[in-house]
């Protein structure tokens, strides 16, 4: 227990001093009439294509890494899944996104798997012992379930499976399919917003946003997994 608790303190650490540097950054470089200026944002979106258009792969690269990084420490997805179509668009951003969050979680699986496994066990084994019976039989199908319909938070599902003996092949291969609806869906949102930038002259009200087919369209899909989550976890309970 001694163990986790210096786990639990250090990745309270390193989100604190992660998140002190982008607010040192953000407010650093920008002040609050800037960041509620219509027209800074744009110019700011604008500044984005170009350095997409000149340092496509660094930027990439760089999001894919901080995007594994943060999976490590056991950050929820919305917020990479949102900025990831906001910045890459749609289809990029969807296959991005999905590949830095799976090669994550199957790193964040390694690290528990050597480390965490005997906390884990004792406490989630009892209460998820019927999904053991579920894994024994169709692996990557659990996998996709767990991941598409989210039947557990996705830090929880990153590290459920080790109670289980679930193969790496499988684990990964199962994250990869199962998150791809999600974060389409969230994906498609960030790039809907982005899209939005262009279409107003300056701040939109909620129904004139939410009016465009970039943004609406998420939102029905999202509702849509929602539902399906809600019956998956009934039958899984």
Not at 54 to 80: D, E
Not at 110 to 122: D, M, Q, S, T
Not at 183 to 189: A, E, K
Not at 198 to 206: G, L, Q
Request: proline share 3%; net charge positive; aromatic share 16%.
């Amino acid at each position: 227990m001694d163990k986790i608790k210096k786990i639990k303190i250090i990745i309270g650490l390193i989100y604190l001093v992660i998140l002190s540097i982008f607010l040192y950054f953000l407010f650093h470089n920008f002040n609050l009439e800037d960041i509620s200026s219509f027209k800074v944002i744009q110019s700011n979106q604008d500044q984005l294509n170009i350095l997409k258009e000149n340092n496509l792969i660094l930027l990439i690269s760089i999001f894919f890494l901080l995007t594994v990084l943060w999976v490590m420490l056991l950050g929820f997805v919305s917020p990479l899944a949102l900025v990831g179509g906001f910045i890459f668009g749609k289809w990029i951003g969807t296959l991005l996104v999905t590949t830095a969050l799976s090669i994550g979680a199957l790193c964040l699986y390694i690290f528990a798997e050597y480390f965490l496994y005997n906390f884990l066990k004792e406490n989630f084994f009892l209460k998820f012992k019927k999904l053991n019976l579920m894994f024994q039989k169709k692996q990557i199908l659990v996998m996709i379930l767990l991941r598409c319909a989210g039947v557990v938070p996705f830090s929880l599902a990153n590290l459920l499976p080790v109670i289980f003996s679930i193969s790496k092949k499988n684990y990964l291969i199962g994250t990869f399919i199962g998150l791809i609806p999600p974060i389409f869906i969230l994906v498609s949102l960030g790039s809907g917003f982005n899209d939005a930038i262009y279409s107003f002259d300056k701040f939109p009200s909620f129904l004139s946003l939410i009016a465009l087919p970039e943004i609406y369209l998420p939102i029905i899909g999202f509702f849509f997994i929602l539902v399906l989550s809600i019956i998956v976890k009934s039958k899984f309970k």
